[in-house]
């Protein structure tokens, strides 16, 4: 099954110091291309939103169509990075895949995200896996499609609204995987357990 895919860029990374989180090298590959690599064979296309400075280094190495866009105003939050991504969307899919750039566990996560989607119930809106402190995880997970549009229609610009709320509604059905392999990278402390885990 193919599906759409828009990954979200345009954290500020202020716990980590202001630092472009997609570049950060984790396991020896930058986390926008282990993100990037990890979904290619489920998608024809991808739409980046955000800026990076790895935009350029990345252009030449990938074999998969890119799009890339900003959300507006810039830095205006999830919901405004969704509501870019869809717009921006080049061959649409039943499903979709959101995804933050900081989930170095993606690659790992995506088999059963993919399969979920699948063979969903046609009820079911949306898949996603629950970490342990039982927070769904928005933005690593996969949406019917007009589903997430619809959702997000009502939004505006969605500058600095939360998405949870937005998504919240939908029939969503769990995913079932390993826990470790949700912790996305927040602080220095993050990267360097996971630079640890894949050494």
């Known amino acids: 099954m193919k599906v759409n895919a828009i990954v979200l860029v345009g954290g500020a990374g202020r716990r980590l110091g202001g630092v472009d989180k997609a570049g950060l090298q984790v396991g020896g590959v930058s986390l926008l291309g282990r993100t990037l690599g990890a979904i290619q064979p489920v998608t024809e296309s991808v739409v980046v939103v955000g800026e990076t400075a790895e935009r350029s280094s ?17 830095g205006g939050g999830p919901v405004a990075g969704v509501i870019a991504g869809l717009s921006a969307v080049q061959v649409d899919r039943d499903w979709t895949l959101l995804l933050a750039v900081d989930q170095p566990g993606v690659r790992a996560v995506l088999p059963a995200l993919v399969a979920a989607a699948e063979q969903a119930e046609v009820d079911v809106e949306a898949v996603a896996p629950i970490d342990e402190s039982g ?4 933005l690593l997970a996969a949406y019917r499609t007009a589903v997430l549009r619809e959702a997000l229609s009502q939004a505006g610009t969605g500058h600095n609204q939360a998405l949870r709320s937005l998504l919240k509604p939908l029939r969503m059905q769990e995913v079932a995987v390993d826990p470790a392999d949700l912790r996305d990278v927040d602080e220095w402390v993050d990267v360097q357990a996971w630079r640890e885990r894949l050494s």
């Open 135 to 138: 927070r769904t995880q928005w």
């Open 58 to 74: 990345l252009l030449a190495s990938l074999r998969e169509a890119v799009t890339w866009t900003q959300e507006r105003p810039a």
